[in-house]
């Protein structure tokens, strides 16, 4: 028989606690007019073999990182500075291609005593989608 105890005391409720949260490295907002670039990456395009794909963040802090990589599929591809916002901010880009398939990545920066990671959850982003052939029109 399925019933409830209303004379059962409650549970207290289950909070978890918050992600640790940095401002360091964060999403760019502008565009560029190029066909496979915007903030981070453009998801919504795929591409083909061949297909240049550019990976970008900013990097917000007072000393240069030691390490300024995106890691795409579990490979590290070091990132260089591509535009200086403002004293604390650089615009960090990676360019590469793909090989066919669905693929996933995230940034990892670290300098003398710290390091950083986006997305912040360890849950790498994904995309791009790779087709193995080129449709024209």
Avoid: C
């Avoid at 996933?104 to 791009?128: E, I, M, T």
Wanted: proline share 9%; no cysteine; charged share 15%.
């Amino acid at each position: 028989m399925d019933f409830f105890n209303f004379s059962q005391t409650p549970r207290p409720a289950l909070i978890e606690p918050m992600l640790p949260y940095s401002g360091v490295l964060t999403v760019p907002t502008a565009r560029r007019r190029s066909r496979h670039y915007s903030a981070l990456l453009d998801l919504a395009r795929g591409g083909w073999p061949g297909t240049r794909f550019t990976y970008s963040v900013n990097y917000t802090n007072t000393t240069k990182p030691s390490v300024h990589q995106v890691i795409v599929d579990g490979t590290a591809i070091n990132m260089t500075p591509a535009k200086v916002v403002n004293s604390h901010e650089t615009l960090y880009e990676a360019t590469d291609t793909l090989s066919p398939g669905t693929h996933s990545y995230r940034f990892k920066f670290a300098d003398a005593g710290n390091s950083w990671q986006l997305p912040v959850n360890n849950v790498p982003f994904s995309g791009p989608q790779v087709a193995p052939f080129d449709l024209t029109t």
